[in-house]
């Protein structure tokens, strides 16, 4: 009787959990979807009709296409940089024997690029893009999304790249490959989950990044998707809760998908670099 009655109250449980996560996202997708008419007064749980003219307002009259091509070149390029030298980096310091006084303060100041708040850099980071004369561009948000994943990139390989048996790599010198081809084909392809995870983590956090698109993106050819949503939510915009939820819709779709084709990768590369063995 006892087990009955735990089994039942851990079912209601998760139902609340599941009613708790789930609903907020029903409720955007229930908000975009219904007519204006609809979003005056009491607003009922479910839509009494069906509506596509939000998202048609969007692409035709806020050029919210724009901003989807914006925020997908600057978080595709951040990615590629951001792997290419992060990659590189991570395996240099878990294969690399470097003198005790200069691993450890370089491990650490990595570490602290990642814990200090991104605001932290906005000073630094304007000046130098002020000088340079990129501001009216989308480089320095591409940019300062490379320095923040870097080294949670770096962190986050390194462990991969100590777990891989050391006779592997002796073995390939032995056959003549190079340090580039060993890196390239033998080491990369066995630390794939790690890599496929760690790219879905920097993916989402460019995707999504605000703070830096806010400071340094000057034009409004150049807005991301996060800025354009922030700038759906004005004074003008903010009874058309439809359109806004329309925007939301759209700029979840990405990240949902890529981690739907990924979610296998996620998991076993999370739990592989968590695990010693």
């Known amino acids: ?3 009955k009655i735990m089994a039942v109250v851990k079912a209601i449980l998760v139902v609340l959990l599941l009613f708790y996560t789930l609903f907020p996202i029903y409720w955007l997708v229930a908000m975009a ?44 390029v951040s990615l590629v940089l951001s792997l290419l030298f992060g990659l590189c980096a991570a395996y240099i310091i878990a294969r ?30 304007y000046t130098m893009f ?7 561009t989308k480089m320095p948000a591409t940019l300062a999304c490379v320095l923040i994943n870097i080294p949670l990139i770096i962190w986050f390989m390194v462990s991969f790249f100590q777990d891989l048996p050391e006779d592997i790599e002796e073995s390939a010198r ?29 993916f989402m956090y460019a995707w ?11 034009s ?30 759209i700029s979840v779709i990405p990240i949902t998908l890529f981690v739907i084709f990924a979610q296998n990768y996620l998991i076993s590369g999370l739990s592989s670099g968590a695990v010693k063995e």
Request: glycine letters at 6%; a positive charge.
């Open 130 to 136: 002020s000088r340079v004369g990129i501001l009216n």
């Open 174 to 202: 032995i056959d003549g490959a190079t340090e580039g081809q060993l890196f390239r084909m033998i080491v990369l392809p066995l630390v794939a989950p790690g890599i496929a995870a760690i790219a879905m983590l920097s």
């Open 33 to 76: 979807v219904r007519p204006t008419s609809e979003m005056t007064g009491h607003i009922a749980l479910f839509p009494k009709a069906f509506t596509g003219e939000h998202f048609k307002m969007l692409f035709e009259e806020k050029n919210f296409g724009r901003a989807i091509m914006n925020s997908m070149q600057t978080t595709l």
């Open 208 to 218: 999504n990044e605000y703070t830096y698109s806010i400071i340094f993106v000057q």
């Open 1 to 3: 009787m006892r087990k």
């Open 220 to 249: 409004a050819s150049n807005y991301t998707v996060p800025l354009a949503l922030a700038i759906l939510n004005t004074e003008d915009n903010l009874t058309n809760f439809g359109l806004v939820a329309a925007a939301g819709v």
């Open 96 to 125: 690399r024997r470097f003198r005790l006084w200069v691993k450890k303060p370089l491990t650490y100041w990595v570490l602290l690029v990642r814990v200090l708040p991104p605001v932290a850099f906005t000073i630094p980071l």
